[in-house]
């Protein structure tokens, strides 16, 4: 069962032990692989999921799927994690120890969202923006959405900018359902 508390505290100590060992970068490295793996399979996270199966046989796929792709450190903590039948929340340890990461090295996560690919001058423009507001390095992630119509959006650490023509339309939809005239007579 997926537990926020458990996620952070095994990122931390994960956080702890990569930083004094001078191996940050490459553990957030490794903590983004695992990631992506258990959120692109969810037959996985089913198989971490069921007590039935032994954590032998959990290990030994984690191992085939990461022994060479990942640190030492890395591999071992993997490893802990099954042996203390955890491995249901890799995704979400990996996820907090990202946000620690992102913490530590002052960088905010920013999403853009447009009707069509942004070109890469837009996501500059969106980057400096950003990062001249929170004054962080920023980290940005695009999505295309057609429903919006044009225009685009963009989050960051709770904000949200909005200047999608849908939502704008909805506004106005809005405001005309309202009858705002009343009459002097």
Do not use: W
Request: proline share 2%.
């Amino acid at each position: 069962m997926e537990d926020y508390r458990i996620n952070i505290n095994y990122a931390k100590a994960l956080f702890l032990v990569a930083r004094d060992m001078n191996q940050l970068d490459a553990v957030c490295d490794d903590m983004r692989l695992v990631n992506a793996v258990c959120a692109e399979n969810h037959l996985l996270v089913t198989v971490f999921a069921n007590p039935v199966i032994p954590e032998g046989k959990k290990f030994a796929i984690v191992k085939d799927l990461f022994e060479d792709k990942i640190t030492k450190v890395s591999m071992l903590f993997l490893r802990f994690v099954v042996r203390k039948r955890r491995s249901v929340n890799l995704k979400g340890i990996s996820n907090a120890f990202i946000e620690l990461y992102r913490n530590e090295k002052g960088i905010v996560l920013s999403h853009f969202v447009t009707a069509s690919e942004p070109d890469d001058a837009s996501k500059v423009a969106v980057q400096k923006v950003v990062g001249d507001y929170t004054h962080k390095t920023v980290e940005l992630t695009t999505q295309v959405d057609p429903s919006i119509i044009g225009g685009f959006s963009v989050s960051f650490d709770g904000n949200m900018y909005d200047a999608r023509i849908s939502s704008q339309i909805a506004k106005l939809r809005k405001e005309f359902s309202k009858n705002v005239y009343e009459s002097k007579l």
